[in-house]
């Protein structure tokens, strides 16, 4: 399912260089409740090795170059492979166990999650959401994790849908700030911005412009979709 959103999000940024050119007539109200949100510290694995990056493999000899061949022609079953016992292929294989045993290094971030419920008899698709957190001090500019989730929302369904980011609250106000100077905490809520529909109808917070969002979004869907639910933006 998200491969298939994922290409029609591509699909939208090929054909009109940025999608949406003309403005979704902003609404008062969405169909798309928040019922519950918490953010919390987390661990995600990251790639064990780079994009493009292979593993080593055991060097090839002249003397052995068709040793797979003569050795289902000529050779008993269990036959050693002598590229097995050459100095590059103990190299490649201690590599490889050292590999193993590391496992994939995790990444220290933070887990936002929002469990919505959908009142439209439509399906939703594709939603766009953030996680604000409020200076008591300065509420009308408040920090904002936006996240772009590939994700179905069957008609007066609900669902948990969780991004990560490697920000968390603590990035959001300085030791300056009213709000740790007065004791007060920061305030939290979360915030649906977008929903596009299966059916290609669209609702948009009034108060939101997804041009701001213009080079994040690209960045978003530029590559592959993988296991994620969400991506940050």
Not at 81 to 92: C, F, G, M, N, Y
């Amino acid at each position: 399912m998200r491969n298939t959103m994922f290409l029609l999000l591509i699909s939208s940024v090929s054909m009109s260089g940025f999608p949406y050119q003309n403005p979704v007539p902003p609404q008062e109200s969405s169909s798309m409740e928040v019922l519950e949100f918490k953010w919390f510290k987390r661990s995600q694995p990251a790639e064990q090795l780079e994009a493009g990056q292979a593993q080593p493999v055991g060097a090839v000899q002249p003397a052995n170059k068709n040793f797979q061949r003569n050795m289902r022609v000529n050779q008993s079953r269990g036959a050693r492979d002598p590229t097995a016992d050459t100095l590059d292929s103990r190299s490649a294989e201690l590599e490889r166990s050292v590999q193993e045993s590391r496992g994939p290094k995790p990444v220290d971030g933070f887990a936002y999650r929002v469990k919505v419920k959908n009142g439209s008899p439509k399906v939703a698709d594709i939603v766009f959401w953030e996680y604000q957190f409020i200076d008591p001090s300065n509420p009308g500019t408040p920090a904002r994790r936006q996240f772009l989730c590939a994700v179905k929302v069957e008609s007066n369904k609900s669902k948990e849908i969780q991004g990560f980011s490697l920000s968390g609250p603590g990035d959001v106000v300085s030791a300056a700030s009213g709000a740790i100077a007065s004791g007060k905490l920061l305030q939290e809520q979360a915030v649906i911005n977008r929903v596009e529909y299966i059916d290609g109808s669209i609702w948009q917070r009034k108060d939101w412009n997804f041009a701001e969002i213009k080079q994040s979004y690209l960045r978003a869907v530029g590559a592959p979709w993988g296991k994620e639910m969400c991506r940050v933006l």
